[in-house]
Nanobody
């Protein structure tokens, strides 16, 4: 049984930092590209970045570029999202997903249907 579990969310003040983790079990982690998405209330799920099985990374949207970074540790079956200089507009539920095409992030990596497994999400709230 595949399980994908995010952790590390919480309440933080503007300008603070959080590191989200996503641990996957029941699958061969390094067979999959991994991605972070977020969804704010009333908005569509937004792709933040995808990282290939070998560590190749897609660009972040301008709204978080330079503040967020993605990484993975295949030995620990874990994906990370480092978030710095957080803003109230970063408040959302953050999700990780496993999928891609043969472990690589395709040009359509932002499409949610590209991912086979999803976590339940971890809430990030940034207070002003």
């Amino acid at each position: 049984q595949v399980q994908v579990v995010e952790s590390g969310g919480g309440l933080v003040q503007t300008g603070g930092s959080l590191r989200l983790s996503c641990t996957a079990s029941g699958l061969t982690f390094d067979d999959y590209a991994m991605a972070w998405f977020r969804q704010a209330p009333g908005k569509e799920r937004e792709g933040l970045s995808c990282i290939s099985r070998e560590g190749g990374i897609t660009s972040f949207p301008d709204s978080v570029k330079g503040r967020f970074s993605i990484s993975r540790d295949n030995a620990k079956n874990t994906l990370y999202l480092q978030m710095n200089s957080l803003k109230p507009e970063d408040t959302a539920m953050y999700y990780c997903a496993a999928g891609g095409t043969h472990g690589y992030c395709s040009d359509s990596w932002r499409r949610t249907e590209r991912y086979k497994y999803w976590g339940q999400g971890t809430q990030v709230t940034v207070s002003s």
